[in-house]
């Protein structure tokens, strides 16, 4: 089993910056990808940034250039920081670990989400 701890987010005014972090716990044996992922009332929950654990990236077109994922595999810990937020960026943020390796197979795993509000 793997769960997924995150933390850092919060009520931000625009134009400001939050880094969320992410940390998995658990028994398992590697975790191939470590990424985010984001929802609002109404909509499907949308990929922000997701890395793998040779550290390649894919970001979401709307956050390119703003928002930097990055991965400490010996901490199985990932953190997104998040620059220049706009009022869009307002969601409940999830953390995501995907085809995390267990005694008992190949799983993934969803954080509890974490609100980060943009907001003057």
């Known amino acids: 089993q793997v769960q997924l701890v995150e933390s850092g987010g919060g009520l931000v005014q625009p134009g400001g910056s939050l880094r969320l972090s992410c940390a998995a716990s658990?028994?398992?044996?590697?975790?191939?990808?470590m990424g985010w992922y984001r929802q609002t009332p109404g909509k499907q929950r949308e990929l922000v940034a997701t890395?793998?654990?040779?550290?390649?990236?894919n970001y979401a077109d709307s956050v390119k250039g703003r928002f930097t994922i990055s991965r400490d595999n010996a901490k199985n810990t990932v953190y997104l920081q998040m620059n220049s937020l706009k009022p869009e960026d307002t969601a409940v943020y999830y953390c995501?670990?995907?085809?995390?390796?267990?005694?008992?197979?190949?799983?993934?795993?969803w954080g509890q989400g974490t609100q980060v509000t943009v907001s003057s």
């Open positions: 658990g028994s398992f044996f590697s975790i191939s990808a």
């Open positions: 890395m793998t654990s040779g550290r390649n990236t």
């Open positions: 995501n670990a995907d085809s995390v390796v267990t005694t008992r197979g190949v799983t993934s795993a």
